[in-house]
């Protein structure tokens, strides 16, 4: 498999509750939280790249645009994470049915960079494995790559049911890598705040 080969998802359909304010667009770097992870996810030069949008779909699709980055929204974004995954993999299907992978990203982890994604990929080449994942502790989740026989797993998804789920399902399919704190997420104000710190 090649890079042209694999397909890259990344997640930015949710309401941003927890944060007060659309955490996608929050400055990361020179640049906003989203258009930060998109840029690095342009360095793998994959075969097509889409970026899941949702709540506060019309200022997402405009920082989707700026960076150029394919977007599909997610109507039913409101019922969880499953349903943009399922929404984003059957676009990408669209697109093309010859994809052999799919890399899925959540825009609130901006510590992973293209370097890691770059490993995740050639892990996968390797490995023999379909699935290879970020652990972080005893637990295997996204940033994630799948291979193409799990694409109709990740398109039933739905509501909160999410990508860890078959990757649980599927331990003996799954090659891990340390995440080495990269997976930090960017929930609420204090979170986002020491994230800045520790990047400074």
Excluded at 19 to 37: A, D, T
Aim: aromatic residues 8%; hydrophobic residues 40%.
């Amino acid at each position: 498999m090649t890079t042209k080969d694999l397909a890259v998802l990344i997640l930015a359909a949710g309401a941003s509750t927890r944060m007060g304010s659309i955490k996608q667009l929050l400055p990361w770097k020179g640049q906003s939280m989203l258009g930060h992870v998109i840029q690095r996810a342009q360095k793998l030069e994959s075969g097509s790249l889409v970026v899941v949008v949702g709540a506060n779909a019309d200022k997402i699709k405009a920082e989707c645009i700026h960076y150029e980055a394919a977007y599909i929204e997610n109507k039913q974004w409101q019922s969880g994470l499953g349903s943009s995954i399922a929404c984003g993999i059957k676009a990408l299907i669209t697109r093309s049915a010859a994809w052999e992978a799919v890399l899925i990203i959540l825009c609130d982890q901006p510590l992973f960079d293209a370097s890691y994604f770059q490993k995740m990929i050639s892990t996968f080449q390797d490995q023999g494995k379909k699935i290879v994942a970020t652990r972080y502790g005893q637990k295997a989740g996204v940033p994630a790559i799948f291979g193409r026989m799990y694409f109709e797993e990740l398109c039933l998804l739905e509501k909160e049911q999410g990508a860890k789920n078959i990757i649980d399902l599927n331990k003996k399919d799954v090659f891990s890598i340390d995440s080495h704190d990269r997976n930090l997420d960017v929930d609420t104000i204090s979170e986002y705040t020491r994230l800045q710190k520790l990047e400074n």
